[in-house]
């Protein structure tokens, strides 16, 4: 047992009181994830000012071997950000360090602090008539250094790529305290080792992001918002397809969903209708956008682009919104589908992706490999057709008790899940990263060759093990078992 | 001293004949850079002939503490790929692992390995009415194995990034000669650090690179290629940032060079004329394309790309190649000037980046600093203005030595141009990777924290320290200092 009281007395000279609390009712809030699967204990709640506070804080961290839990939004999906239940680890929050230090629109740069809000962000490039090119469900909470750790996805990741490829230049605080700075970006350099892409999505494992600078893309035009029915996700696979050889650059969104989860959207949310008349079996939704100045041809392009899908019989029916409000009710129904299968009952969800070109293939064999092994369950696969990742869920037989099941048979199922995904040669985590939720699953099915590697990175980047343990990284094999 | 006689007995065995050589005639070639620069010695040429092989070998060399020097097509521009003068190490040449694995049109990606020719790629990508959008001078030899391992650049990274960019996934043998096998891509995989990002650029000190999966893009529709004379360097960044906000996605070149360099350039090619009539002190090719369908756009758009810079002063003079064999011609220029200067006399070369809206106020301010510290030099900057990556050239005074000039003022003139950019926030290699030529440079001006985390991983990744020894990580500093 190191010495607490030693330690904290340290920290709170260095950080002052705004920046250290034990105060219960300001750490508690953080010691659960939002979705309330995991709850730790915490030494203390350290919120720093500026890098050199973090800095000084983590060496002194090293120091004491204290362990720190980097937080940033706390609305991570894998339970990343959540210390164990020891209560010998820091909670490092970033949340105060919310500066935009800069933003260059002839650069169509910003360079921002960790804790920026993803919200706060997109305003400030909406002012500068740019934007930036990632959004989320969570955007009103997410941090820039939550999303850097966790390379977090989105629903535009089809066409700018996940945060990895938004991110031009980083600043961080390594183990032992000192700060990488890397932020001045620049579009060449090969100096050696690019280390900046193995702290992002390093989950806080590796350093602690503090501020990174962000590229930026003009403002849209306008966008165009297709829905359209289909008779299988084979079929929207084939659109998909088409749309990216017609549409190009200008294709910014494939999402689908199967007509089950249309319907319990419908159910959910008593004031939407279906885009359609028919009965689908899967729907797409679909945007395109133009540059400014572009917008006219966009409408052009959007009929143009379901002529021959049409003629072909590969789409059954098909809408465009007419305008800016219709547009969202389309994308409301996809974004209702989580929150309305939770109203239905439990279900295990799983985050998954497989080449792009196999995921439809996936998807039909695997549902009803599911149901069969499960009697009862249903299993539904939607989202990101477009870049091979759709969220997996199983939802469970009716009247299955909320909580006990999830840890009896919806333990199995996910296992099940990810032994298909493995074999078919996907990932476990495409978009919410690993945290301690995914962690025994990853040390269980990844590749041993990956698996050494990241152990030796760690080892090497982090000798003392302080920085968010337990996270993202799988024990040595022996340590792992059981 | 290992014993040699052991290892090369079992590397035969294990390779064959075909696949393991210590005939002079056989190696000398490849102990030279295709530059002349760097000369050594190697214990043999290994040349396996497919991934097994070389888990193997790398095993053998391991076991036996044999350095190895992986070698693509030779054509590194920093040594890369030469052994030293010990004699004590061996070739390993990927180049009979040349075999395409495949090529999928739809997903528009192609697998191949290690030995694959770029021009290779270019014309099987061209048989599928795709391209890979990387090119390079030395696409006659250089690797896909190679030109991964040095993130290479050239003249398409304004809009379609470095080599790291086209690389989906990857196929890597360690330094105990495990396989990373990351070669089936997925568009999002959030499972821990992305470990392929490290081996990129890491001319081949982590890991040996055997095959990867590259994207590849649609065929051009057409290109259109402007050439404009201009008053200055800072006219040529604003006529970029122009073009980049009213071309967009469809610039895909922008390259300067001065009126010097042009000069160079009529005077070494007899039948060169130059595109202009006046007399410009800066000149600028630009390059646009279009997709397939658009091409009857692109030449409005040229015209109206220059419409205001014309009417603003801005662009001084400009033309439009009225076709394909006169654009040749334009980047036919652009493309001599390298060789151009080599005629006239020994230079030091430097291939430099500073943060792109920097770059044109950094040559402003270098060229007469360079020149007033070093009296008859002459200074000049051309290339990759939109990538903030200029080759920064000192030609000698006339009359000086070849050779021998390079090894006295020479140094000194790299070790104050590296200065320069050093305290501009620069790199001191932009595109052409560290290998031997700038490992002591960059153990002098690379940040400590950078050079520590990279020791850290090349320690981690490769504890016998057996591959590519001597390149591209500085050693500790302590060992460093002479």
Redesign the interface.
């Known amino acids: 047992m190191t010495d607490h009281a030693e330690f904290l007395r340290r920290a709170g000279d260095l950080l002052g009181p705004r920046g250290l609390t034990c105060d219960a009712d300001l750490v508690t809030p953080w010691l659960t994830d939002w979705r309330g699967r995991f709850t730790g204990k915490a030494l203390a709640l350290a919120s720093p000012a500026n890098t050199g506070e973090v800095s000084a804080f983590v060496a002194l961290c090293a120091e004491h071997r204290i362990a720190i839990v980097p937080q940033g939004g706390n609305s991570g999906m894998s339970g990343g950000a959540t210390p164990d239940a020891s209560g010998d680890a820091v909670i490092l929050s970033l949340r105060r360090m919310d500066r935009i230090r800069s933003l260059?629109p002839?650069?169509r740069m910003v360079t921002c602090e960790a804790g920026v809000i993803l919200q706060v962000l997109h305003e400030a490039a909406e002012k500068e008539r740019l934007r930036f090119p990632l959004t989320l469900g969570g955007k009103g909470s997410a941090t820039v250094g939550g999303l850097i750790s966790?390379?977090a996805?989105g629903t535009q990741?089809l066409r700018h790529g996940?945060m990895?490829a938004q991110v031009l230049g980083i600043e961080a605080v390594?183990a032992d305290g000192?700060?990488?700075?890397?932020l001045?970006?620049?579009?060449?350099?090969?100096?050696?080792?690019?280390?900046k892409?193995?702290l992002?999505?390093?989950e806080g494992t590796?350093g602690i992001v503090t501020a990174a600078t962000l590229r930026l893309l003009?403002e849209i035009g306008g966008r165009c918002v297709i829905w359209a029915g289909l008779g299988s996700i084979s079929d929207a696979r084939q659109l998909l397809?088409h749309c990216e050889?017609v549409a190009?650059?200008r294709l910014e969104g494939f999402e689908v969903m199967p007509a089950n989860s249309l319907a319990a959207v419908l159910d959910h949310l008593p004031d939407a209708r279906s885009p359609l008349a028919g009965v689908h079996a899967w729907h797409a939704l679909i945007e395109l956008v133009a540059?400014a100045g572009e917008e006219e041809r966009l409408a052009d392009l959007a009929e143009s682009l379901l002529t021959q899908p049409f003629e072909a019989g590969l789409v059954e029916d098909a809408t465009i919104a007419a305008n800016e409000t219709q547009a969202e009710q389309f994308w409301r129904l996809r974004d209702s589908i989580a929150p309305a299968e939770r109203a239905i009952g439990p279900a295990m969800q799983h985050d998954i992706?497989?080449?792009?070109?196999r995921m439809a293939r996936f998807v039909e064999a695997a549902v009803p490999q599911v149901e069969a092994r499960f009697p009862h369950t249903r299993a539904i696969a939607f989202g990101?057709l477009g870049?091979?990742?759709v969220h997996f869920h199983v939802l469970a037989p009716a009247g299955a008790p909320r909580g006990q099941w999830e840890e009896s048979e919806g333990k199995e199922i996910s296992a099940f899940v990810h032994d298909l995904v493995t074999e078919w040669?996907?990932?476990?985590?495409?978009?919410?990263?690993?945290g301690q939720m995914k962690v025994a699953e990853?040390g269980r099915l990844?590749?041993p060759?990956?698996l050494?590697?990241?152990r030796?990175?760690k080892?090497?980047?982090d000798p003392l093990g302080i920085l968010n343990p337990g996270k993202?990284?799988p024990l040595a094999p022996e340590a792992a078992s059981p």
């Open positions: 260059y002839e650069s966790t390379n996805g990741v996940a990895r390594l000192s700060v990488f700075d890397a001045v970006p620049l579009k060449k350099d090969n100096r050696g080792f690019d280390l892409q193995v992002i999505g390093s590796l003009p397809v050889r190009g650059e540059g992706s497989v080449p792009v070109e990101h870049d091979g990742n040669g996907g990932s476990i985590s495409a978009e919410h990263g690993i990853l990844g590749d060759v990956a050494a590697m990241m030796s990175v080892q090497a980047l993202l990284v």
